[in-house]
């Protein structure tokens, strides 16, 4: 219960009370900001609402309140130049610290065993097969044919690998809809993506781009479905 209510507290105060104009503030003026501060006592507000105003949990709120604040500081600096993976790293640690903060309330162990089981190595190396592994396997496989395809869509802009990772989300949702018996939902899936590639089928004037998207897609739901079974089979 008390994780739910921090993180309750944490997602309204850093993603629903937090107007694009107050990032935007603190990212120009830094430490100079008096929004970064009104954040923090936003976020020290939410967490005394939560936690129902009760003196026990006021050291609580202090050292996340303060630890927020922190971190949001040291994000101002951009440690990182790449900004999708400073804000994963600045979500990142505000959950250890709610994870810190539940642990000594509830005294929670944390046991390495638990985790490292069968069935868990396993999934991550279905995932890693999924990912990664099938990305390249079907880029080794499509390059023979890589100038045909690229003489055909040449004139045809799209965005920066949004290929590849198109690809893995679909294998991702087929391995999670087979583990699941949900092969309706496979045909649904399959079905979505017809019709949204049915303009790029219409549209090419070389049959060649037809063949390509049909084998890559064919291939991707067959490799999923693959090892999703296996990954099944070995698990029961």
Same mark, same amino acid.
């Given at each position: ?15 629903? %009370? ?57 994000? /101002? ?30 005294? %929670? ?11 868990? /190595? /396993? ?5 890693? /097969? ?28 799209? %965005? ?14 087929? #391995? ?11 045909? #649904? ?19 060649? %781009? ?27």
């Amino acid at each position: 219960m008390l994780i739910l209510k921090l993180l309750i507290a944490h997602v309204l105060g850093d993603f629903v %009370l937090q107007p694009n104009k107050w990032v935007k503030h603190k990212e120009k003026k830094k430490w100079a900001s008096k929004y970064l501060y009104i954040h923090t006592v936003i976020h020290a507000l939410l967490l005394l609402i939560f936690l129902g105003f009760q003196v026990q949990y006021l050291w609580t709120i202090v050292m996340i309140s303060i630890s927020h604040l922190i971190i949001d500081s040291i994000k /101002l600096l951009k440690p990182l130049k790449n900004n999708r993976v400073l804000f994963f790293a600045d979500q990142i640690a505000h959950l250890m610290v709610i994870g810190l903060v539940v642990k000594q309330w509830n005294s %929670l162990t944390f046991d390495v065993k638990s985790i490292v089981t069968e069935q868990n /190595l /396993l999934l991550v190396l279905a995932l890693l /097969l999924l990912t990664s592994v099938t990305s390249i396997v079907l880029k080794v496989v499509f390059s023979v044919w890589n100038k045909e395809i690229e003489e055909v869509s040449k004139e045809d802009s799209s %965005l920066k690998n949004a290929g590849k990772y198109i690809g893995i989300l679909e294998r991702l949702f087929v #391995f999670a809809f087979v583990v699941l018996n949900q092969w309706q939902a496979i045909g #649904f899936l399959l079905a979505a993506k017809s019709v949204f590639r049915f303009g790029d089928l219409t549209k090419a004037k070389d049959r060649k %781009l037809t063949e390509y998207i049909l084998v890559g897609t064919l291939l991707s739901f067959g490799i999923a479905i693959l090892i999703g079974l296996t990954y099944q089979y070995l698990i029961f």
